[in-house]
């Protein structure tokens, strides 16, 4: 099957919304989605905070990678964070998901960023093993923190 990946727009916020669901699904987080379209319109048509690229098998989305900027102060220069990456159930295993990171890489390469980084769920053993296989590097010594809801909100009165 030959896939193409190309830039979402503002007409694809149902289809996003609908990749980011399916994610949710696999990762057994569906309770954890908030997301409207029009919440996904300001943050990724209006505001700009991230991209969406989208991986088509014909006409039909398989897939998806949403990503931002970040800047390493060690290298000196920006670079990539994917902060999510899916391929639905029916293409995996056909080069969908590599295709996408490639692609990442390509615009990484392009924009001069120093690195591309993510996150995985330490139990999805197929993805670790891809991603090792496509020669990333597990960053065992870091721990991942987050700030959310209350904590937040308690942090910023302070």
Do not use: C
Not at 66 to 93: A, C, H, N
């Amino acid at each position: 099957m030959e896939f193409r990946i190309a830039p979402a727009t503002e007409r694809d916020l149902p289809v996003i919304l609908k990749l980011i669901q399916g994610l949710a699904d696999y990762e057994k987080l569906s309770h954890a989605v908030v997301a409207t379209e029009e919440v996904l319109r300001e943050s990724l048509f209006k505001k700009r905070v991230a991209e969406v690229v989208i991986g088509y098998a014909g006409d039909e989305a398989a897939g998806f990678a949403v990503f931002f900027q970040t800047f390493s102060t060690f290298l000196g220069v920006p670079g990539m964070y994917l902060e999510d990456i899916f391929v639905e159930p029916k293409w995996r295993r056909q080069g969908l998901g590599r295709q996408l990171l490639a692609h990442l890489a390509a615009i990484a390469r392009a924009r001069g960023y120093g690195r591309v980084e993510w996150s995985v769920l330490d139990w999805n053993e197929p993805a670790i093993r891809f991603y090792k296989a496509l020669g990333a590097k597990p960053m065992d010594e870091w721990t991942v923190f987050r700030l959310t809801g209350e904590s937040l909100r308690k942090l910023a009165a302070s």
